[in-house]
């Protein structure tokens, strides 16, 4: 007799499991019941075989299953029945389970990177990318599409457009301005030139250059592309091949039919602060006390905290009170001097104010 190894035989049709002794001999495997009995299994009574990774090996007979934990046992098997490919392991016996979430690894992440990272960098550069007059072309679509929810107030449109344009700010864009009626503190800028100023805002100001400093942060997001960038990244799963192949005609009809939504498109914080920067350097080149800017929030923060608006413009452009701490400590490095606010813009301000 073969020299033998411990094993449990388990009897699905019992349910019983009882411990015997497995000697593998040529072509055959002796298995020594606790009662003396001797089965015999040859190669053709092995249905399946499976080596674990702790070195124990499965045999199944029909509804009958041989444990052998004995980890010299598969060699020994494997010399019973040589040349036999008696453990035919499946795809995933051979990578396991760590080798299954490698490859679900190495599946997912660069679907998950294209969509999060790769998508809005081809959009943002796309979007760096586009003329001028496609900008035009997607604010103005833009722009017909927002004009039918709001209702434009074509005398305070008219007022703060002559006083945006007394502020002779420098720019690439054409500036338009619209005033529009709305309960909510908001303001926003379209590509290619809109901004649109809601009316209420404009109430929560008491100074002038206050309205100067919202005009200089909305122009800015409109001459550094913030918009576009933000629009593009925003569409960048539904618009991919449209903005990488440059057929602009599709961006201007998802913006047509989504201008209300796309009101309130959060520019990130970093935006926010180089709006906030060219802001306040439009500003000083044009000798506005630039203590506008601060002063412009720190209104904003108040409203918010009395509760009687609803301050959109504080969801669409995030921290608030970093930022008026931020223009502030710029404020002071840029030593720009007091700054002044002519009588033509004085003017202006007033008959604004007494709209
Ligand atoms: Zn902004």
Redesign the pocket.
């Known amino acids: 007799m073969p020299s033998g190894f411990k094993a449990i035989l388990h009897d699905r049709n019992s349910g019983a499991s009882a411990p015997v002794v497995v000697r593998p001999g040529p072509g055959v495997l002796f298995i020594e019941l606790a009662d003396s009995r001797i089965l015999d299994w040859t190669l053709p009574d092995i249905d399946s075989a499976r080596a674990l990774d702790d070195g124990s090996v499965i045999l199944q007979n029909g509804r009958r299953f041989l444990e052998v934990t004995e980890p010299s046992f598969r060699s020994a098997l494997e010399r019973s029945f040589p040349k036999n490919k008696l453990f035919q392991q499946t795809f995933f016996d051979r990578i396991g389970v760590g080798g299954c979430l490698i490859s679900f690894a190495l599946i997912i992440l660069p679907i998950w990177g294209l969509y999060s990272w790769l998508l809005p960098v081809l959009a943002e550069r796309a979007a760096q990318k586009v003329p001028s007059d496609v900008e035009k072309q997607i604010g103005e679509a833009w722009f017909q599409s927002v004009g039918s929810i709001y209702r434009v107030d074509s005398a305070k449109t008219r007022i703060v457009q002559q006083f945006y344009d007394a502020l002779a700010f420098e720019s690439d864009y054409d500036i338009r301005i619209s005033v529009v009626n709305e309960p909510v503190v908001n303001a926003f ?1 379209l590509p290619g030139g809109h901004i649109v100023v809601f009316d209420s805002m404009i109430g929560i100001m008491d100074a002038p250059e206050q309205l100067a400093a919202l005009l200089a ?2 122009a800015s ?1 409109i001459q550094w592309k ?1 918009s576009t960038r933000t629009l593009f990244r925003g569409l960048a799963n539904n618009l991919l091949f449209s903005i990488v192949l440059g057929n602009y005609g599709d961006v201007s009809t998802i913006v047509a039919q989504h201008g209300e939504q796309l009101a309130g498109l959060a ?1 990130s914080r970093s ?2 602060q180089e ?1 906030d920067e060219k802001g306040l350097e439009l500003m000083a080149a044009a000798r506005i006390p630039l203590r506008g800017m601060p002063d412009l929030f720190r209104k904003m923060n108040t409203t918010a905290a009395d509760g009687e608006l609803v301050p959109t413009f504080l969801s ?2 995030p921290g608030i009170t970093d930022r008026i701490q931020t223009t502030e400590d710029l404020i002071r490095s840029k030593n720009a001097g007091a700054g002044i606010i002519s009588p033509e813009l004085q003017q202006i301000w007033q008959e604004l104010k007494q709209r």
Do not use: F
Request: overall charge negative.
């Open positions: 800028a942060h909305e997001h913030h520019y935006l926010e709006a669409t452009h």
